[in-house]
């Protein structure tokens, strides 16, 4: 395993020291120190499929935007339309670039009518904090809380009544993509039905200094749920088998929204936003690759940067792969032709030089039990 | 610390040698399989193909890294172990057991002289370990 060599020093979440001492694997994650697995990603993998896991994920990003115009501002940069939002419900959306090409990924939360958060990723707060305060509009302040802010994952089937038990609210009424504020474990929090998993379960937001008592509470009473904590590495594996897309791996500047399979998050009909002309130009012109999802035929495993072939052709490139733990086989996500995109089609992936058959597959590859389902 | 039978030989890059007559066992070591974590894949040659001492011989993956396995000795393949296919994760729970990956009948028994004992490859991974 050969980590990245950086020279500026890593970034701790509150909870670096926990992970440590909990024995956690520690690596370098989008310039922070991150706990990778604890006890072994397929175990912690199986813990949040069949029980809870708990995750520390306060190296995303979090900004928040106010003011007559925040509405404005957020609807300027973003790709979904954030003008149905409710109070308390969340949306997913991208930040594109004028040429389509995709800035970051990510969410948004209404606040309050004028009064927005969007949730980054962590290797993207710089890039996306100068984007989205030199191209906001109106009469929107924008302020960065990512520092300030703790975010810790409750994911799983028992994720539900574990918060339920902490929290001095109903937590069982807030639908998928809905949140509410309460205290969990008596600390204040944003208590948000999301997730990276495609389990049912809360992604908690808190004041950094409070971590710590919000984990080691959640620890403590999801001990008789079978409560572990979990690393990155499973949340790689977890996120995969949903073919949920990772920044960096399966979408960036060179990648737009629509063969990336994120047009439901695109809504031009709402008016202008940047990136709009060039995505409803290619919407028109015909996709010429689409990010699909593979499986192996063997055991061998797809892995990022790896060639796709088709009929003795390098035809793509795989974004992510990994063995996946509950669909118990290898699997991945590339980009190929839009020829040879639907389900079925035979490819094969280029490792060590041997060519391995692959074959599309439906996905999700593993079926989600988010809220909604 | 992870456990180094003193009955075995041992590479620096973590694979272990059982001499059984001119035969010798390898697979590898559980400071390897601890460090690459859960096992999913190992790549390994056919009955009847020639290794070389300190080549590669195959590769084993886990969920997060590939790792290449190096041959301790010199030889031919005589058996392979055909659990490992359906079942990589044998590596992990038992990496001197049934974890074990091949077989080789040496060409040159005095390629274990050139191998490492149990104390120095204890003392290499006491180093070694973050």
């Given at each position: 395993m050969t980590d990245a060599v950086s020279t500026s020093p890593l970034k701790r979440t509150p909870l670096r020291d926990v992970h440590v001492k909990a024995g956690a694997k520690m690596v370098p994650f989008g310039g922070w120190d991150m706990p990778v697995q604890y006890t072994g990603i397929i175990d912690e993998h199986r813990a949040v499929r069949g029980a809870v896991g708990l995750f520390d994920i306060s190296h995303m990003g979090e900004f928040e935007v106010r003011g007559p115009d925040a509405l404005g501002a957020v609807q300027r940069l973003c790709?979904?339309?954030?003008?149905?939002?409710?109070?308390?419900q969340v949306q997913y959306a991208a930040l594109c670039y004028?040429?389509?090409?995709?800035v970051d990924d990510l969410t948004i939360y209404r606040l309050d009518t004028d009064r927005f958060m969007l949730v980054v990723n962590a290797s993207n707060v710089d890039k996306d904090w100068a984007w989205v305060t030199s191209h906001s509009v109106g009469r929107a302040e924008w302020k960065n809380v990512s520092d300030e802010t703790a975010l810790l994952a409750v994911q799983g089937p028992r994720a539900e009544a574990l918060v339920g038990r902490l929290?001095?609210?109903?937590?069982?009424?807030?639908?998928?993509y809905h949140f509410a504020t309460g205290a969990v474990a008596g600390v204040p929090a944003?208590?948000?039905?999301?997730?990276?998993?495609?389990e049912d379960g809360f992604e908690l937001y808190i004041a950094a200094p409070q971590a710590e008592r919000l984990w080691s509470a959640l620890i403590e009473a999801g001990r008789p749920d079978g409560l572990q904590p979990i690393g990155l590495g499973a949340r790689d594996t977890l996120r995969l088998e949903m073919k949920y897309a990772l920044y960096g791996n399966d979408i960036?500047?060179?990648?737009n929204p629509l063969e990336a399979g994120l047009?439901?998050?695109?809504?031009?009909?709402?008016g202008d936003f940047i990136g709009r002309d060039a995505i409803e130009a290619l919407r028109v012109r015909g996709l010429a690759r689409r990010l699909v999802g593979f499986e192996m035929a063997e055991r061998a495993v797809p892995r990022h940067g790896y060639r796709l072939m088709a009929g003795g052709a390098a035809v793509g490139v795989v974004t992510s792969g990994s063995f996946g733990p509950s669909v118990e086989r290898s699997i991945g996500m590339g980009y190929v032709p839009s020829a040879q995109s639907a389900v079925g089609c035979e490819l094969a992936v280029e490792i060590r030089g041997a060519t391995h058959a692959a074959r599309v597959v439906k996905t999700p590859f593993h079926p989600s039990h988010t809220k909604k389902a | 610390m992870a456990n180094v039978p003193a009955e075995l030989k041992y590479t620096r890059e973590h694979e272990w040698a059982k001499v059984e007559g001119d035969r010798a066992r390898i697979g590898i070591t559980a400071f390897a399989q601890e460090q690459l974590g859960d096992v999913v894949f190992v790549e390994l040659p056919k009955v009847g193909a020639k290794v070389t001492a300190m080549k590669t011989f195959g590769v084993v993956e886990s969920v997060k890294a590939v790792s290449d396995l190096f041959a301790p000795v010199s030889g031919e393949v005589?058996?392979?172990?055909?659990a490992l296919p359906k079942n990589p994760e044998l590596v992990n729970t038992d990496p001197y057991g049934k974890g074990w990956m091949l077989v080789i009948r040496m060409s040159?028994?005095?390629?274990?002289?050139g191998l490492m004992s149990a104390a120095d490859y204890q003392k290499l991974t006491a180093d070694g370990a973050h």
């Open positions: 790709t979904n339309d954030a003008s149905t939002l409710e109070i308390g004028p040429e389509g090409g995709i929290a001095d609210r109903d937590v069982i009424g807030i639908a998928y944003v208590i948000s039905r999301t997730g990276y998993t495609g960036d500047q060179t990648t047009g439901w998050v695109v809504k031009p009909a709402k | 005589a058996e392979v172990n055909d040159n028994p005095k390629d274990v002289d």
